[in-house]
C-alpha cells in the first residue's frame, strides 16, 4: 500500500469525525426521532453535508446540499418547524463557506506554486485535518454558548435567529452560483458570512443568558413568597400555642358545667386555627408555595378545590416552566370561578402526576358562568383591559411547546378543562 492510499484513508476518516461532530451539533439544536434508522440516516447525512465539495459556480452541490440539509431537519428531527429551520440557517452558511474556503485556497495556492508531487501529498493532509480543526472548533463554540436551546428558545427567538442568519445563507450561495474568475475575490464575502454565523451563536447566547437570568429572578421571586408564607404560618402557630392555656381553661370550663357539645364545638374551631396554612402538595419548594398560595386564593373567595399532585418522579421539567402552568391555569380558574354569584357552585380541580414510562399529564377543571370568547382559534378573556387577553394561555402555551408536548382546551357551559401530556418528562 502506497503513501497516498494511506493518506486517503485517514482523510475518509476524518470526513466521519466531521459528520460526528455535525451530528452531536444537531442533537442539541433539536429533537431527533428515535430510532436506529434514524440515527444512521442523520448520522450518515451530517458526513455527506460537512464534507460535500463547493466549486465555483457550483449550482449542483451548492442547491443539493441546502436541499439535503432542509429536508433531513423536516424528517428526522421533531420541534418546532422554526427551530429546525434555524439549524439550516445557522450551520448551511458554515458548512458551505468553510467547504469552499478551503477547497478554493489550496487550489489558488497551488496553481500561483505550481503542483508537485510533494504539494499534491501536503495538501491531501492538511485538506481534511483543516477541516476537521474547523468543525470541532464550531463543535466547540456551540456547545459552550448553545446547549440549552432546545430547552429554553421559544418560536420569537428561533425566528429571529433565523432572519439573522438568513442574510448570510443568501450571499454564500448567490456568490457561488455567481462567482468570478478570479475565485479570491469570493474568500472576503465567504469569509465574512462564517463569521457572521458564529457571531449569531454568540447572539443567541446573550438570548440565553437573559432568558436564564429571567427564569432566576421568578424563581426568586417564588422563594420570596414561598418564605413570607411560610413565616405567615409560623407567626400565626406562635400565636395559638400562645394562648393555649386559655383555650385548654375554656373547654375544661365547658366540660365542668355540662356543656360537652359546645366543648367538641370548641375544640374542632381551634384544630381548624391549629392546621398550618402550607400544605404538602409536592416535594418541590418552590412549586409547593405556588400551589399553596392559589389553593388559600381559592379558599377565600369559598371555591371547592380538589388538588391531587404526584410529582416525586418529575424529571427533565424545570420548576420554573411547572410554575408557568400551575399559576396562569390556576390564576384564569380562580378568576372564572368567582364570577359565579353562588359560592356553592365554585369548584375547581386539579390534577397532575407522571406516569410509569415517564409522561407528564396535567388537567385542570374550573366551574364558570361567562361566555369564553375566541376570535381565530385564540381564546380571549373578558376582561376590560383588552392589552391583557389571552397572555395566560399563551404562556401555557408556549411551555407545552417548548418540552414537545401537546395542550387541549375544552368547554362546556359550565366547565372549562385546560389538559396538558408531555412526553418523556
Not at 21 to 30: D, E, G, T, V
Not at 239 to 257: C, E, G, K
Not at 353 to 372: A, D, H, L, P, Q
Request: charged share 20%; aromatic share 12%; glycine share 4%.
Amino acid at each position: 500500500m502506497d503513501l497516498t492510499t494511506i493518506i486517503t484513508y485517514i482523510g475518509n476518516l476524518s470526513y466521519f469525525a466531521e459528520g460526528f461532530f455535525l451530528y452531536r451539533i444537531l442533537s442539541h439544536f433539536a429533537k431527533k426521532r428515535e430510532g436506529k434508522i434514524w440515527s444512521v440516516i442523520v448520522y450518515l447525512s451530517c458526513t455527506i453535508i460537512s464534507t460535500l465539495v463547493i466549486f465555483p459556480n457550483d449550482l449542483f452541490n451548492v442547491t443539493t446540499d441546502l436541499i439535503w440539509f432542509t429536508v433531513l431537519m423536516l424528517l428526522a428531527f421533531q420541534g418546532s418547524i422554526w427551530q429546525r429551520l434555524a439549524a439550516v440557517a445557522v450551520l448551511y452558511p458554515l458548512t458551505v463557506s468553510q467547504n469552499f474556503l478551503v477547497m478554493d485556497m489550496f487550489g489558488v495556492i497551488g496553481h500561483w506554486i505550481g503542483w508537485s508531487p510533494a504539494l499534491d501529498i501536503a495538501c491531501m493532509i492538511a485538506d481534511p485535518l483543516l477541516h476537521l480543526l474547523i468543525w470541532y472548533g464550531i463543535y466547540r463554540v456551540f456547545i459552550r454558548h448553545l446547549n440549552q436551546t432546545r430547552k429554553l428558545f421559544n418560536d420569537r427567538i428561533w425566528i429571529l435567529l433565523d432572519a439573522v442568519c438568513l442574510a448570510s445563507l443568501v450571499s454564500i450561495t448567490t456568490c457561488i452560483y455567481f462567482a468570478p474568475s478570479e475565485t479570491y475575490k469570493m474568500w472576503p464575502a465567504a469569509f465574512a458570512c462564517f463569521v457572521t454565523n458564529l457571531g449569531s451563536i454568540a447572539l443567541a447566547q446573550y438570548f440565553l443568558t437573559s432568558i436564564q437570568q429571567d427564569m432566576e429572578r421568578r424563581n426568586l421571586i417564588l422563594q420570596k413568597s414561598y418564605y413570607e408564607e411560610l413565616e405567615q404560618n409560623q407567626t400565626e402557630i406562635r400565636r395559638l400555642r400562645h394562648d393555649m392555656n386559655n383555650h385548654l381553661s375554656a373547654i375544661q370550663s365547658l366540660f365542668h358545667s355540662g356543656n360537652p357539645e359546645e366543648a367538641e364545638a370548641y375544640m374542632k374551631e381551634l384544630e381548624t386555627q391549629m392546621s398550618a396554612r402550607t400544605r404538602v402538595f409536592c416535594k418541590n419548594s418552590i412549586i409547593n408555595a405556588v400551589l399553596n398560595a392559589k389553593y388559600n386564593l381559592a379558599q377565600e373567595h369559598s371555591i371547592d378545590c380538589f388538588f391531587h399532585i404526584d410529582l416525586d418522579k418529575l424529571i427533565g421539567i424545570d420548576a420554573i416552566s411547572l410554575c408557568c402552568l400551575f399559576s396562569n391555569t390556576l390564576d384564569n380558574a380562580v378568576e372564572a370561578s368567582v364570577k359565579i354569584p353562588d359560592p356553592k357552585e365554585r369548584r375547581l380541580s386539579v390534577k397532575a402526576r407522571v406516569t410509569e414510562n415517564g409522561y407528564f399529564t396535567y388537567e385542570i377543571t374550573n366551574s364558570k358562568k361567562n361566555t369564553v370568547l375566541e376570535q381565530k382559534g385564540i381564546l380571549k378573556s373578558d376582561k376590560e383591559d383588552t392589552a391583557a387577553h389571552g397572555f395566560g394561555l399563551s404562556n401555557v402555551r408556549e411551555m407545552v411547546e417548548k418540552y414537545d408536548g401537546t395542550l387541549d382546551i375544552s368547554y362546556t357551559e359550565d366547565t372549562f378543562t385546560v389538559t396538558v401530556l408531555i412526553g418523556n418528562a
